[in-house]
């Protein structure tokens, strides 16, 4: 299956701006009430999709369970997203239960959609499933134990292996966390398991010293591996989510190449600072074409979801210029 190249969502930026990430000027793109049930849409999976694009939506409903769903849209701004959540048929594995769904990631490789999310298995770790046309999902076997987060596959092999990053984590709104990578050879067996990422020292960029996750599916560029991360830094009024890249080294990418130093973007916008969980910008997809222009998909105040543009070759040229 060939993804159909298309539009991108954009935007220029501001005149007299000089940042090289900026929002979108309608943003919240989905508000917290897109479908009838839903209390908040947000940290959720955007890819290309034949003529326009489809997406895995996390939706928090009223009673504040958390679930999956899928969506479509011609042009990456406005969504038509089902009113009921995904249901599992099963893949390679029979254990198709779980406590909650959230915080999905997709991406597409060599013939299908593959989608992590935060699974609920005696608490949280990474659920994976396939699709191939968003209609259909087939759930396959846990990737790890409990406690983990954030798993983010890349989109084709590495060293013939099927190569998975994520945060391990705790049972509760946990207060560390580096970023891991982790191989398998069939997409049911996990291991070689290495530390890619810690937090930072305070002293010397305190936005992401408690800790820190992959976001979006990382982009093959001619620099390395670019993947954008989220960090955290705890404040006295609690949490705070800022956004951030590092270079990674395409053979290995447990090696680091560059890491921003100051974040690419963090809370500053009415719907980033105000929602069910204030001050929060949590990326977790970006499309991009062949100039180089990307639109990255993220959750603002764990309640809507927004996008923000930019250059890959000027983000790129940033990591390299603020790195750690």
């Not at 890349?154 to 560390?176: C, E, V």
């Not at 705070?240 to 921003?260: C, F």
Request: net charge neutral.
């Amino acid at each position: 299956m060939i993804q159909t190249k298309v539009n991108i969502p954009w935007e220029d930026r501001p005149k007299g701006l000089t940042d090289v990430i900026w929002r979108y000027s309608n943003n919240p793109v989905i508000n917290r009430y897109q479908i009838p049930t839903s209390n908040s849409i947000f940290n959720s999976a955007v890819v290309p999709f034949k003529d326009g694009f489809a997406g895995v939506f996390r939706c928090d409903n009223k009673a504040v369970q958390m679930n999956i769903f899928a969506g479509f849209s011609k042009d990456g701004l406005n969504w038509e997203i089902d009113h009921d959540p995904i249901q599992m048929k099963a893949g390679n594995t029979q254990l198709l239960h779980s406590d909650y769904k959230y915080d999905p990631r997709v991406t597409f490789i060599e013939d299908r959609y593959w989608v992590t999310w935060c699974n609920g298995y005696h608490g949280p770790t990474i659920g994976i499933a396939y699709t191939f046309d968003f209609k259909e999902f087939h759930q396959c076997e846990n990737a790890f134990l409990p406690f983990n987060r954030n798993g983010v596959l890349f989109p084709q092999k590495i060293n013939g292996k099927y190569a998975m990053l994520s945060r391990p984590s705790d049972n509760g709104h946990t207060p560390f966390g580096d970023i891991y990578i982790s191989y398998s050879p069939d997409m049911k067996y996990w291991g070689e398991h290495r530390l890619v990422m810690k937090v930072t020292p305070f002293v010397d960029s305190a936005w992401q010293c408690t800790k820190i996750g992959a976001g979006p599916v990382p982009i093959l560029t001619k620099e390395g591996w670019l993947l954008f991360y989220h960090g955290v830094i705890t404040t006295c009024n609690g949490f705070r989510y800022s956004m951030g890249a590092a270079l990674l080294d395409i053979n290995e990418p447990s090696k680091v190449l560059y890491r921003t130093k100051p974040y690419l973007l963090a809370p500053a916008a009415s719907y980033e600072l105000t929602g069910d969980v204030p001050n929060v910008v949590f990326p977790c997809a970006a499309v991009h074409d062949e100039l180089g222009k990307i639109a990255i998909y993220y959750g603002a105040a764990d309640t809507v979801t927004a996008i923000s543009f930019g250059y890959i070759d000027e983000i790129i040229e940033f990591i390299k210029r603020n790195s750690l």
